[in-house]
């Protein structure tokens, strides 16, 4: 049996198929992200994962494909996570910007871009993945990600900023306190997926001319410096996937074609597109 799984810091999602490349089982498992999650917690977390139970030893390939999965030596605090509950697997952990690059290919040279919980950005040529602009994490960069618009809606709540029906709301729904807040920002390791948190009440809101203009800001600044930057980026298809370039689809594509983008494919689950690769271009079979 084959696996493939696409992690971001939140969830990952999980497909299982038989070798002829059918898919038999699909579920979702918190996400990994190896600057926030060690090896033990990988193991742990899978080893408790009741949908892996009495199939996991019948992997005989897997594709990890994760947020932060940016180099050798990030990729194998993952890699020996997954040995301990695949024993009889291949591995081959890369990056989630390469699941995104899959996913958005449509047999000829795309900008990829992830807008989800954090944001990223690369160029595909069919071969391989290039990052012209580094990902900088939520607490330098993450244009137009959970985190950044997290981050933007609680600044704003507590300078009281904030539209006088949307600050009651918030204050009614959350209840937060300054130190309380601060405590979960600056004393968790998971303070990106608390920000992001916030994005359900900001899509219950996605009416409001303040979310209106927050989420335009963002996507401009995410197009300004993620993607104008590639070299004659008016010749390519941008694709995008992430749960707030699918929401937000319809900001995303005007500030696109604002710069003269060619909006590509927005995609807000990667796995189904990324099987589809593997299957079409026969990597399916083999762990290079």
Known sequence: MIAIAESGSTK???????EQGTVVKEFKTQGFNPYFHSTAFVAATLQQCEDLEGINEQISSLYFYGAGCSNPELNDMILRGLEEVFPNAKISVDHDLVAAAYSL??????????IG????????DGEAVSELVPALGFILGDEAS??????KLLADFFYQRLPSEMYHDFKERYDLTWSETLNKIYSNVHANVYLASFMRFIADHKENPYVT???????????DIHVTHFPEFHKYKVGFVGSIAF??????????EKRDCQPGRIIKHPVKNLIDYHIRHKQILTVA
């Not at 990952?12 to 038989?18: F, R, S």
């Not at 290919?105 to 992830?114: Q, S, W």
């Not at 919980?117 to 595909?124: E, I, P």
């Open 12 to 18: 990952c999602d999980w497909a299982l198929l038989n």
């Open 146 to 151: 959970g985190s950044y618009y997290g981050k």
């Open 247 to 256: 929401l937000f689809e319809d900001i995303l594509r005007e500030e696109l």
């Open 213 to 223: 203009e927050m989420i335009r800001e963002g996507m401009a600044r995410f197009i």
């Open 105 to 114: 290919y449509e047999d000829e040279p795309v900008i990829c871009c992830i």
């Open 117 to 124: 919980t954090g944001s990223n950005s690369g160029f595909f």
